[in-house]
């Protein structure tokens, strides 16, 4: 999910905790609690700051060994060490099992979203993503911003949250069975898939498609049950040449790779340099693919320079490159 519903997800199960009667006994157990959650509902996204770096060591790590098994143990013992001294009067393991229970949440909802976490490691590094909910839901956000202003106006903040759970319960199977009827469609089309992807827009009715047979790619659309496919792509292996080769030692688009399952490719080749592109077929967003990696090589194929993340056109691209167009 996105930092702002994580942010009210984590103040919503603050609101919880005061059902705790530990929790509720004292002021500071109150107080240490409601700072464990909060904190503890944001800390698994500090990998965040990886973007400072590059966008190749933020794809490669975002949601990774941050959302890992080890990870979601040892965020709780962490916090607690440093929240504990503050509110020596405090219930241990109270405050610890909040704070275990706002990092495990926060980690469980990021796994329905098309882009998922490595929440298996060590075991597997597979990326796990449902995609069933959108990174930014509208309708999650909005019932917990309704539950904290009923929560302002002096209603128990307990109750109050409970059943905005139950009813977010509800809501979540309700997306499972609308992604399951899209599925259903799609290989009623295309009954030979071999791999169906299938993301969640902002819009309840809509979904974005990707879908692969052994020769082709298909990219569409769902809107209320209703697929449509906008582009056909042929699969073409990418082959094995020089500089494709020296290509995949970029960094760039090694992260790429690491993260995109679905893609095509492209070679361009100018008078003083080649420029290999590769296109994530996930995110076609107004007749556009946005995702991409590009890296341009001089003719003894030595990279010259490269780009991998989001892109809405072309002369953003070249900025990013800092090569003039041809």
């Known amino acids: 999910m996105d930092t702002g519903t994580h942010i009210v997800m984590g103040l919503a199960l603050a609101g ?42 933020y794809i490669r790590n975002h949601r990774g060994i941050t959302h890992s098994i080890p990870a979601v143990l040892l965020w709780p013992i962490a916090l607690t ?17 909040w704070t275990f229970l706002a990092v495990f949440l926060h980690v469980f909802v990021d796994i329905f979203n098309a882009y998922g976490t490595q ?10 993503a449902l995609g069933v909910i959108n990174t930014f839901d509208p309708y999650i956000f909005g019932i917990h911003i309704i539950g904290l202003i009923i929560w302002a106006f002096g209603a128990n903040p307990g109750y109050t949250f409970i059943y905005i759970y139950g009813l977010l319960i509800a809501y979540y ?39 692969m047979n052994k020769h082709q790619f298909f990219v569409g659309r ?7 496919i906008l582009d056909q792509f042929n699969r073409v292996p990418v082959p094995e040449t020089p500089v494709l080769n020296a290509a995949k030692k970029d ?29 994530d077929l996930r995110y076609r967003s107004n007749d556009y693919y ?13 990279i010259i320079t490269s780009y991998t993340g989001w892109i809405f056109s072309e002369e953003k691209l070249r900025k990013k490159l800092e090569i003039i167009p041809n």
């Open 222 to 228: 769902a809107e209320n049950n209703q697929v449509q």
């Open 16 to 57: 919880i905790s005061t059902l705790d009667p530990v929790v509720a006994e004292s002021s500071a157990a109150t107080t240490s609690v409601m700072i464990g959650v909060v904190v503890g509902s944001q800390i698994p996204d500090i990998d965040t700051i990886l973007k400072l770096k590059n966008n190749a060591v």
């Open 119 to 128: 929440a298996l490691r060590p075991f597997s590094s597979k990326w796990v």
């Open 251 to 279: 960094k760039n688009l090694s992260a790429f790779l690491s993260f995109s399952p679905v893609y095509r490719w492209e070679i361009d080749e100018y008078d003083e340099y080649y420029e290999v592109r590769f296109i």
């Open 290 to 302: 946005p995702f991409v990696a590009v890296v341009q090589l001089d003719p003894q194929f030595n």
């Open 81 to 97: 060490a440093l929240i504990y001294p503050f509110f020596p009067e405090t219930n241990l393991l109270h405050l610890w099992l």
């Open 173 to 211: 199977f309700l997306r499972f069975r609308a992604r399951h009827k899209v599925y259903k469609e799609i290989k009623t089309m295309i009954p030979d898939a071999t791999e169906i992807i299938i993301a969640p827009t902002m819009k309840f009715s809509q979904w974005r498609i990707a879908v």
